[in-house]
């Protein structure tokens, strides 16, 4: 078979449009069927390949030819332009940006081995199975709570309501972020999320910074029952983490723990609304629940595509090579509409198998995050569907509107009759 190694061009029109965020999936089948690497181009000018199907994602994903050392990626962003004007706009916003990328990124999703596996070990002994277990019973409570007020309501926001305020107060509970804090919390970690304009990342992000050093300090002076406590005093052979180290992984745990988690309920809540037979399934057979959540991973994740990776070498993706030096993207959400993996994709099918799902990342990147997140999206749509058997959509599936987000697959709102 003919290889190809094109440097990347434009992409095809409809890619990383409001159209294309609204349904991905018809145009990533069409871009999977073309070729198992494309070249694209994201909105900000910087040229990628797109990586579409199951097989070789789950490949690249553990492969170590592509680093996530975002020390070395970003010396190689300006050659992978193609518009000299968006490059010289792009370095000028990376320039008065400077501040945020440097202190909130000095974590294990930015690094390769040894100083991932350093990072990553000193992380796990804080991230345990016995922590995220010992939520169940908090996270139960505090969703039933959302729920009385929810019921309280003929219509409401799913999302401002449910979806988004669980995961954050877990998140807060780890980081013994106090109540009275977390107004503020809140609103620096939605500008640092959202993308903002650059005055107010950059006010957010000093904010924020000095925010957690301040509570990292009390954490090491007095020690609580709380995750960023064990983070602080975590030892392995005389290792431990620095202050930066922390104040980033801390930073990472708020993104990575709260926002995939937020839009893991919302996408899940909606698969539900639109699909009654399922809920119907679910209603009569409660143990189905861990395999419906696997099966909402897939069939519209919280995830659309991989943070950035850059080849260290030529790399093969099937009939295609990609040289080295260039910026890979793996999209997880076409993956999970390969039909070589998974026959009739389209469908959701909540007792299908699901082994080998990349929905959280496979190798050594794989979301440490990921049992936590999987227990709050069985907890809280579990309850949501119980409590609330005749909740319905307030509006028509497609009006509906999705954020534009080149990482995650999120609803803007989902607004819904509670009654």
């Known amino acids: 078979m003919a290889r190809t190694d094109a440097r990347p061009a434009a992409p095809p ?7 294309f965020h609204q349904n991905p999936h018809e145009a990533l089948a069409g871009l999977r069927r073309t070729a198992p690497a494309v070249p694209v181009m994201t909105p900000n000018g910087l040229r990628t ?5 199951h097989e070789h994602a789950r490949a690249l994903l553990a492969d170590p030819r592509l680093s996530k050392d975002m020390r070395v990626g970003r010396d190689l962003i300006p050659r992978n332009f193609a518009d000299p004007d968006k490059q010289r706009k792009f370095l000028a916003e990376s320039g008065e940006r400077s501040q945020f990328p440097h202190v909130l990124s000095v974590h294990m999703l930015d690094s390769d081995p040894p100083d991932h596996t350093r990072l990553r070990r000193l992380v796990g002994r804080a991230f345990t199975a016995h922590r995220v277990e010992s939520l169940r019973p908090r996270i139960t409570e505090l969703t039933d709570e959302l729920l009385d007020a929810m019921a309280r309501h003929e219509r409401l ?7 988004f305020p669980v995961p954050f107060t877990v998140i807060c509970w780890l980081l013994g972020v106090p109540p009275d804090d977390r107004a503020a919390f809140r609103r620096w970690s939605n500008l640092l999320v959202s993308g903002a304009g650059t005055d107010e990342v950059r006010e957010a992000s000093a904010s924020m910074i000095t925010y957690l050093t301040e509570l990292i300090e009390a954490k090491r002076n007095e020690p ?16 431990q ?9 801390a930073f990472l745990l ?4 709260h926002e995939t988690t937020v839009n893991l309920i919302g996408n899940g809540a909606l698969a539900l609304l639109t699909h009654p037979e399922v809920r119907e399934q679910l209603a009569s057979d409660e143990s189905l629940w861990p ?13 659309t595509n991989a943070t950035w990776r850059f080849t260290t070498e030529p790399v093969e993706v099937g009939s295609v090579t990609i040289p080295e030096g260039e910026f890979v993207t793996i999209s997880i959400g076409a993956a999970g509409r390969d039909p070589d993996r998974y026959p009739d994709p389209d469908r959701l099918d909540i007792t299908r198998a699901q082994s080998g799902s990349v929905a959280f990342g496979h190798g050594i990147h794989h979301c440490l995050g990921a049992p936590l997140a999987r227990l709050e999206g069985r907890i809280v749509l579990s ?22 987000s080149l990482m995650m697959r999120g609803l803007e709102e989902l607004p819904v009759f509670a009654a």
């Open 224 to 239: 609580a029952d709380d995750m960023l406590t064990d983070l602080v005093h975590a030892r392995d052979a005389g290792d």
């Open 291 to 303: 395999a419906a959540v696997e099966e909402f991973l897939r069939y519209d994740g919280p995830v």
């Open 254 to 257: 708020l993104v990575a723990g």
């Open 157 to 163: 926001d799913l999302m401002e309501a449910l979806a």
């Open 383 to 404: 309850r949501l569907f119980a409590r609330l058997p005749g909740l319905r959509l307030a509006v028509e599936p497609d009006e509906l509107r999705w954020r534009s």
């Open 13 to 19: 029109a409809d890619l990383f449009t409001p159209a």
């Open 49 to 53: 390949w797109l990586v579409t199907g």
């Open 241 to 249: 983490l620095s202050s930066d180290e922390l104040i980033s992984m």
